[in-house]
C-alpha cells in the first residue's frame, strides 16, 4: 500500500514538472492525482483523497483545453543580456 502511494504521488511530481512539454503530460498528472486520491481514500484520509480529486479534475480541464502540441507558446526563451561588471562613477 505504501508503496502505491509513494509511486502515485512521485509520478505526480514527475508528470507536473513536464507540463509544459507537450500536453499529454497534463493528462497523465490528472491520472496520478487520481491514483493518489485512491490512495487517500485507501489510508483513510478523506481530505487528501478530496483535494486530489479536485486537483485531477482541474487537470482534465486544462487538457482539454490545451494546445494539442505544445503548452508553452514560446518555448526557447532569449537568453538574458550580461553586462560586464563596472564600477560605477561617481558624478
Keep these: 500500500m505504501t508503496n502505491f502511494g509513494a509511486t502515485a504521488v512521485s509520478t505526480m ?10 500536453r499529454a503530460f ?3 498528472f490528472a491520472i ?6 485512491v490512495y487517500g481514500f ?8 478530496a483535494v486530489e480529486v479536485l486537483w485531477s479534475v482541474i487537470a482534465l480541464q486544462r487538457f482539454s483545453t ?14 538574458a543580456k550580461r553586462r560586464l561588471l563596472e564600477p560605477q562613477r561617481r558624478l
Design 13 to 22: 511530481a514527475l508528470a507536473y514538472a513536464l507540463e509544459n512539454r507537450h
Design 66 to 79: 490545451a494546445n494539442h502540441q505544445r503548452v508553452r507558446i514560446n518555448h526557447r526563451a532569449r537568453p
Design 42 to 49: 485507501l489510508i483513510g484520509s478523506v481530505p487528501f483523497g
Design 32 to 37: 496520478a492525482c487520481a491514483c493518489s486520491s
Design 26 to 28: 497534463i493528462l497523465f
